[in-house]
Structure formats: structure tokens, C-alpha cells
């Protein structure tokens, strides 16, 4: 099946600076990817949209000036939280669409991000 | 708006069946995802449904009824690695996915 590469898996870092994550689909082209956000107990939270070669769509209430999102080919999209802070921390999945049925959708592994 | 409900945790005992329940409202209806995810870890595809009925896949089967707004994922045979919370996701008009919270479903020996 399709695989959709994620990483980091975990990272810590201190408030104030800025971390990259990336997510890369594997063996087919992504022309759309979406970056969610998941706090403990919660839902998936989708934070923006991306096309690749567009600006990315951000959701309501999501800052697009911290969480910078570039996808620059159709198999690799990213996000960067720019001067993370306590309250970034969480849970943070990349998910890719290939082909023409929604059903087509697959998820990173995740990257668990824990600002101090 | 747009909902969907699904009960926030449920137990069974291994070797069992269990329904995990979902309904939804949403702007339009493009079909309705479940999902397992383990704790720390990404989603994983189980199911996809966007006519009526009851579509089997081994252990699973979701069903769904487009007019009562109304899908459920059923587990047999269940095992401890079933440990984990289902989502339920539906599709609205704009192929946007609204999901739901996630059932934390426990399994007991």
C-alpha cells in the first residue's frame, strides 16, 4: 500500500524556537496534503491544506504566519512552527491524497512535538 | 454546523463483539470513513462507506444508513491489539473530512 513518510516522530526543543516537519509520500504523487493537530483525548484538528505549487489553505483561527506550510512537489509537503511555544506542543499528522477517490487519503506516522 | 457523535469509550471482553456507533450531520455527504488509531501513533484506514448497507472486511464490517444519518463499526473475534480508539469521519459536500472525537475502545481478557 501507499506509504507516507513522517519525521520527525518526536521532537523537544525550547519556546521561542522554530521546527520543521516533513512528510513525504513515498510511492505516489500527493497533489493535495493536509496537516492536522491532535490533543490528548481530542480529534484531529485540520489545520491547513496544501496544493502543491499553491499557497497553502489554512483553517479558521489557525495562524499562517507560525505554522508555515510550503509544499513544494508532489511528494513532499512542509510544516514549520515558527517560535514554538508550550501551548504548540502536541500532536502533529501529515496526511497525503493520491489518485481521484477520497477514499485514497493516508497519514503519516505523527510527530509528537513538546515545547519546554 | 457540522457534527459528528460517536460515545467516548467503550469496553469489551476479549473474544467478544462490539458496535462502536456514529452519527452525523453534515453539509452535503461525500461517504464515511472509520478509522483505528493507537495511542501516539497515526490514523489507519479500516473503512469506507458511501452507499447503504453493510460492507464486510474480516473481523470488520461498518454499516451505514445515508437517511438516518447513522454509521456503525462492527468488530468480531475481538483480540487485546484492538485496543485503540476508532474515529469516525464523514465527507461533507466540499470533500471536506469532519471527524469525530474517537472511541476509546478497552478490551478486557
Known amino acids: 500500500g501507499a506509504v507516507v513518510s513522517q519525521h520527525p516522530s518526536w521532537v523537544i526543543c525550547k519556546s521561542g524556537t522554530s521546527v520543521k516537519i516533513e512528510c513525504r509520500s513515498l510511492?505516489?504523487?500527493?497533489?493535495?496534503m493536509f496537516w492536522y493537530r491532535q490533543f490528548p483525548k481530542q480529534s484531529l484538528m485540520l489545520m491547513a491544506t496544501?496544493?502543491?505549487?499553491?499557497?497553502?489553505?489554512?483553517e479558521q483561527g489557525v495562524e499562517k504566519d507560525k505554522f508555515l506550510i510550503n509544499h513544494a512537489s508532489l511528494t513532499l509537503s512542509t510544516l514549520t512552527v515558527t517560535s514554538a511555544h508550550p501551548e504548540d506542543s502536541s500532536f502533529y499528522i501529515c496526511?497525503?491524497?493520491?489518485?481521484?477517490?477520497?477514499?485514497?487519503?493516508?497519514f503519516g506516522s505523527g510527530t509528537q512535538l513538546s515545547v519546554l | 454546523g457540522q457534527n459528528i457523535d460517536q460515545p467516548t469509550e467503550m469496553t469489551a471482553t476479549e473474544g467478544a463483539i462490539v458496535q462502536i456507533n456514529c452519527t452525523y450531520q453534515?453539509?452535503?455527504?461525500?461517504?464515511l470513513f472509520w478509522y483505528q488509531q493507537h495511542a501516539g501513533e497515526a490514523p489507519t484506514f479500516l473503512s469506507y462507506?458511501?452507499l447503504d448497507g453493510l460492507e464486510e472486511k474480516g473481523r470488520f464490517s461498518s454499516f451505514l444508513s445515508r437517511s438516518k444519518g447513522y454509521s456503525y463499526l462492527l468488530l468480531k473475534e475481538l483480540q487485546m491489539k484492538d485496543s485503540a480508539s476508532y474515529l469516525c469521519?464523514?465527507?461533507?459536500?466540499?470533500?471536506?473530512?469532519?471527524w469525530g472525537a474517537g472511541t476509546k475502545l478497552i478490551i478486557k481478557p
Open positions: 496526511s497525503a491524497r493520491g489518485g481521484q477517490g477520497y477514499e485514497k487519503l493516508f
Open positions: 510511492d505516489f504523487q500527493a497533489t493535495t
Open positions: 496544501s496544493n502543491e505549487g499553491s499557497k497553502a489553505t489554512y
Open positions: 453534515t453539509s452535503g455527504f461525500n461517504g
Open positions: 462507506n458511501v
Open positions: 469521519a464523514a465527507l461533507d459536500s466540499n470533500y471536506q473530512l469532519i
